[in-house]
């Protein structure tokens, strides 16, 4: 294949874009607004192009991008994507549109800086998504940090001074921790570059003890727990939601709770296979307590955006109990959970976002009835919250069901347990829908609300449509992840064991899982 | 036609989206018109089908077409097909035959409002998912179906949702429909696991192989238990039936097409469609059979003394799906679905006849404001009349052939249980006690309102007209299906037994004919049961109609048991509901995530605050100060590497 830029161009471009924004006079809103659209739009339209040269049936990298960096420590520039990252760099750059024109009127303070920082955000969050360096991993996903931090911090509710330095010192003690193991791996294998790494593992070149994997994926573990989040490390995040501008809970939501996921995925599991076969009955009990817990805290909560980002505790719990479960169908239903999530969570926020641009509150007992006044959006609102809670034909039944049906397959009892969660899932948001879109209209103000406008229609159609479209089309987004999520099973075999029964189980999931 | 089964749902479909989406300012008419005709075009299609169907060879059933695949990941794949077997043909005549009849009464009867086109919608939309569910041919699109139903009827309860009650009772019919589809999905991935697939024909080929698990332990037993959960919630059953007398909020053409005559019937449906499971799982018949027998029994006597005419009917429909429950139990499948359709029939038209009612009188519901209607409602009187008479088992109505067939497997078919048996025509009389308590107390005696302020009138004749046609169904919908002891042709029972062929049970009552004697005892029981439940009914609500309230009285505290509905509510709410949310909102989200957890979090942070504060009192600028920790520093050091090189 020739070489290509794209991935390169695909990840700097909004980045570059912020200079058009920068050279825009500071009060320029219209114009900074628009610029920043077609900026993301275009980075849409160019991201898309991924789909046209991605081969379907491989497992490699693809795009693949690699130059020198630094000499000593070796540090590469390394892009690729696999059908891991594929779909999750669409899904940035799919929100982040959406995440700008949920912002054209709600912002008002420092339109420029927010603007930039959303931009920033984006190029950041996919450098996470297609760096194939470890170090140049650390890099992306620290700088990614900074501008979330400002999102909250400057363009938040109340308390979001206190919400945002939450969110980064959670976020920064998993930090900590990733550094301390990625520069240890270094050091026994002499390499950052991750496919490097992995091959030297398969091979057997490179043989971690038992003990030094345990200490590696668990402080891995820990970084990407933190970011999911998985309980009990969850507070920080309903506090992060609840304060952020509608923007921030989209793109957090959407897309930055996956790269925990991702990097459970892409590291914990094929870097240190036999440590996390030891800890999958803890980590998938923290799931299924997730999933069970994060709903029935959602439902009690009086406050609309703070259900919402319970209930991606809750969500985020199905994802985790996915990838443990060391199943293929597992493995595909949760990277098309996460899929899932970003859309209709996204959305859900989205809609939220609406709701409080209305009437600066998201206190559920401040509406009431608001099916009169605002048809579309309630139509809307119930047509998300379905998606959401597992209706077949919409995209969340297809990923609950292929991780419920794979897990089962592993273990009964976790399945079972975490289909609780789907029961649950109608009982919080139908409850919700139920107090805040139905019944009389309690105050008078909400008699005079707005329906959507046109900017709004176009937002929640698109997430509409793609919710339906992923709820009925799947196979168009399976095929493409399918290599890539068989292959992970590949990469936890490792020659020699460190016991006979670790080769055994790294394999046990392909053996049983493919023939059947 | 059989080329293109997918026409057959995707028609509604076609017409719920241009009046929920498209087609926002068009004139009532022409929602008229779209609703009508996508119902009435499915119906033609499946006459076609039926046509077709007839010509085809016994290896061409069942007839299947696969369109695409929808889920394919790891090992799991299905694809979105489609079967036509006699099964779903009978299935597919009864949705859009009575769902168009209904379609049609919706227009005279829905007030022309702004939910109009709503309305319609939902109900073109429900039809969508009911035809999806029948014709099927995995498990996978079923639950499609399963699922899609479930969500009409929420949002088809709930219609009216500036009303608490009613949102309300959406809700709960949500919320208990997805307790049965959580043992139903656990069904599916224990199918899925034991089979590698969800499609029916790999699924019953596979199991008909294997034994009959009598011991009651295996993974044949553990699946069609699971899938029970699921139909006790669909078709309202013990213990999970709660919700459907609250789906009386939704508008009553509602009540009669999803809350009486399809929907509630899938699980039925369901059961019937898994018969080689059950069969090869004889615990899970008997569960079947004993929650079938329960279920209407226990719903029978509610009905006794329920006030309102649509929660009386409610009652009477949870009851009537326990006579298709016993069926399915007692392996008389055959008889489960024919006494499906004949419900589907004489129970859409109460529903009808209750609304026509209702509309008659100004929307009164409450069975002690009516009373002396026959006189200036006729029309709905005489098809009311039919209806009770079907459904009581009356000799040639359709509910007769029916409940007789059900009773008759239960008392002497290769699954018999005397106690299901007896029960069952203990049943058969209350059901005729309740109903012509339900007919004199609502038509006969005198008026009970006040004649001066309630114009009571006839409905419309677009009304009237699919009460007639369902009238004439209740009485001659049950010869086809005749048996042969009585000079009938059992039509039905022979083209339904090709489906259940591999099940083997089929209680056929063909075996008793010419026995006259057989007839007598078989038939006998639930006839004279009947007849004394309509003569206490005469005696209690004709004869003397002040002895109810005097026995009310001397029995107060059975009467009030049965009056609060044996208080299953309110035993749910005290044990469940409220501890639940008590739980999630005291215990989970103050004391453990914003008190334990949180409280560490912002302990930790505040103890490093003042570890902080503290520590910045040693930059105090003093230089011994300083010396002194360099020369601490330097001997901790010192020691720890003396002591690490050793």
């Known amino acids: ?516 | 036609m059989l080329e293109h089964l997918w026409l057959i749902p995707l028609l509604p479909l076609l017409g719920a989206a241009s009046n929920g989406i498209f087609v926002s300012r068009w004139p009532r008419s022409a929602v008229n018109a779209i609703a009508l005709g996508s119902t009435g075009l499915s119906f033609l299609a499946t006459l076609e089908v039926a046509r077709e169907f007839a010509n085809l060879s016994a290896d061409q059933i069942p007839w299947l077409r696969s369109y695409f695949t929808w889920i394919e990941a790891g090992s799991f794949r299905a694809d979105f097909a489609l079967q036509v077997d006699q099964l779903t043909l009978i299935m597919l005549l009864v949705v859009t035959g009575v769902g168009w009849l209904i379609h049609l009464y919706s227009i005279g009867y829905m007030p022309d409002d702004t939910g109009y086109r709503r309305f319609f919608a939902y109900l073109n939309l429900f039809m969508f998912f009911m035809l999806t569910l029948v014709l099927a041919a995995n498990y996978l699109v079923l639950f499609v179906g399963w699922e899609g139903v479930g969500l009409c009827s929420y949002l088809l309860i709930g219609f009216w949702f500036l009303k608490k009650t009613a949102t309300d009772a959406g809700n709960k019919a949500f919320w208990v429909n997805r307790i049965g589809d959580f043992g139903f999905l656990l069904g599916l991935f224990l199918l899925f696991r034991q089979f590698g697939t969800l499609d029916f024909a790999p699924i019953f080929r596979n199991s008909a192989a294997l034994p009959v698990e009598t011991s009651g332990h295996g993974v044949l037993t553990a699946i069609a238990l699971l899938l029970l959960a699921g139909a006790t919630g669909k078709s309202a059953q013990l213990p999970l039936y709660v919700w459907l007398p609250d789906a009386m909020e939704g508008p009553t053409p509602v009540s009669a097409l999803i809350h009486a005559a399809t929907m509630v019937a899938a699980g039925v449906y369901m059961v019937a469609r898994s018969h080689v499971l059950f069969t090869h799982a004889p615990v899970a018949m008997f569960a079947v059979a004993v929650i079938g027998c329960a279920t209407a029994l226990f719903a029978a006597t509610i009905a006794l003394v329920q006030t309102d005419i649509k929660r009386t009917l409610a009652y009477s429909t949870i009851s009537q799906l326990g006579y298709m429950f016993i069926a399915c139990g007692v392996g008389a499948f055959g008889a489960g679905i024919f006494h499906l359709m004949t419900h589907a029939f004489f129970k859409a038209l109460l529903f009808l006849g209750a609304g026509s009612v209702m509309h008659a009188t100004g929307g009164e519901q409450d069975m002690r404001l009516m009373g002396g209607l026959r006189k200036s409602v006729p029309w709905t009187y005489a098809t009311m009349f039919i209806a009770t008479l079907a459904i009581s088992g009356t000799p040639g109505f359709s509910g007769f052939f029916s409940k007789e067939e059900i009773l008759l497997a239960a008392g002497t078919g290769p699954y018999a249980n005397s106690v299901i048996y007896v029960l069952g025509v203990i049943t058969a009389g209350l059901t005729a006690l309740y109903m012509f308590r339900l007919l004199f107390l609502t038509f006969h005696g005198v008026p009970r309102f006040d004649q001066k302020k309630t114009h009571v009138h006839e409905s419309p004749r677009i009304i009237l007209a699919p009460l007639a046609v369902l009238a004439l169904l209740s009485v001659v919908g049950g010869w086809w299906a005749a048996p042969h002891l009585v000079g009938g042709l059992n039509y039905f029972d022979n083209f339904l037994k090709l489906v259940f062929l591999a099940s083997e049970t089929s209680s056929s009552t063909d075996s008793y004919s010419g026995n006259s004697q057989l007839i007598a005892t078989v038939f006998g029981p639930p006839m004279v049961a009947a007849f004394i439940g309509f003569l206490l009914a005469w005696l209690l609500y004709i004869r003397r109609p002040e002895t109810p309230k005097r026995l009310a009285e001397s029995l107060s505290a059975p009467y009030r048991l049965l009056a609060g509905k044996y208080f299953v509510d309110e035993l749910y709410a005290l044990l469940i509901v409220r501890p639940l949310v008590w739980i999630s909102a005291n215990f989970l989200w103050r004391a453990v995530d914003e008190e334990s957890i949180d409280g560490l979090v912002n302990g930790v942070a505040r103890e490093a605050g003042e570890i902080g504060d503290r520590l910045r009192h040693l930059n105090s600028g003093n230089m011994r100060t300083y010396a002194a920790w360099v020369i601490l520093g330097a001997v901790v050091l010192t020691t720890l590497l003396v002591w690490t090189v050793r």
């Not at chain 1, 501008?147 to 930090?175: D, N, Q, V």
């Not at chain 1, 292929?402 to 009892?413: D, K, Q």
């Not at chain 1, 019944?439 to 709004?456: F, P, Q, S, V």
């Open chain 1, 1 to 516: 294949m020739p070489p290509s830029y794209l991935l390169t161009s695909v990840t700097f471009l909004p980045l570059a874009g912020t200079t058009a924004l920068f050279m825009l006079r500071a009060d320029d809103h219209e114009w900074i607004r628009r610029i920043a659209l077609a900026i993301s739009l275009f980075e849409f339209a160019l991201s898309l192009q991924l789909l046209r040269g991605f081969a379907l049936t491989s497992a490699n990298y693809q795009f693949v991008e690699f130059r020198n960096w630094i000499p000593s420590p070796p540090i590469h520039y390394h892009l690729g994507i696999d059908g891991i990252s594929l779909f999750l760099v669409l899904l940035t750059t799919f929100l982040t549109p959406i995440a700008i024109l949920v912002s054209w009127k709600s912002i008002e303070q420092r339109v420029r800086a927010f603007f930039i920082s959303l931009l920033v955000l984006e190029t950041g969050t996919i450098g996470v998504f297609v760096s194939l360096d470890l170090f140049q991993f650390f890099l992306f996903w620290e700088v990614m940090l900074i501008p979330m931090y400002f999102l909250i911090g400057i363009w938040g509710h109340e308390r979001r001074i206190y919400a945002a330095i939450k969110f980064i010192l959670y976020t920064m003690l998993g930090s900590i921790l990733m550094l301390v193991a990625m520069i240890w791996l270094y050091e026994l294998s002499g390499s950052f570059d991750l496919p490097q790494i992995q091959s030297l593992l398969v091979s057997g070149q490179v043989a971690l003890s038992f003990q030094t994997e345990l200490l590696l994926f668990a402080a891995f573990f820990l970084a990407f727990a933190i970011k999911v989040p998985l309980f009990p490390l969850h507070t920080w995040l309903p506090d992060a939601h609840t304060e952020a501008p509608t923007a921030g809970s989209v793109i957090l939501a959407g897309v930055l709770l996956k790269m925990g996921t991702y990097g459970m995925l892409r590291f914990c599991l094929p870097l240190f296979p036999e440590a996390a076969h030891r800890f999958a009955p803890y980590v998938a009990v923290l799931a299924i307590i997730g999933i069970i817990y994060g709903a029935l805290v959602a439902m009690v909560q009086t406050d609309l955006k703070r259900l919402v980002a319970y209930s991606s505790v809750s969500h985020l719990g199905f994802v985790v109990l996915g990838l443990f479960a060391f199943d293929p169908t597992a493995v595909q239903g949760a990277l098309y959970q996460m899929l899932n999530h970003g859309i209709s969570t996204g959305a859900l926020f989205v809609l939220v976002g609406m709701l409080y641009d209305r009437r600066h509150t998201h206190l559920i007992r401040e509406f009431g009835g608001l099916a009169s006044p605002m048809p579309m959006i309630a139509s809307l609102f119930l047509f998300v919250s379905l998606a959401s809670a597992g209706l077949p034909m919409l995209n969340g039944f297809v990923g609950e069901f292929l991780i419920l049906a794979g897990t089962f397959a592993r273990n009964v009892s976790w399945a079972s347990s975490a289909a609780v969660g789907i029961i649950l899932s109608a009982v919080y948001l139908l409850w919700a829908y139920q107090r805040v879109f139905f019944g009389d209209l309690i105050y008078e103000k909400n008699r005079t609300l707005a329906d959507a406008d046109r900017r709004e229609c176009v937002v929640l159609l698109a997430m509409a449509v793609l919710i339906l479209w992923m709820g009925i089309g799947s196979v168009s987004f399976t095929r493409r992840t399918e290599a890539s999520a068989r292959n992970v099973f590949v990469l936890m075999q490792r020659p020699q064991a460190y016991n006979a029964r670790a080769i055994l189980r790294s394999i046990e999931p392909l053996r049983s899982g493919g023939v059947r």
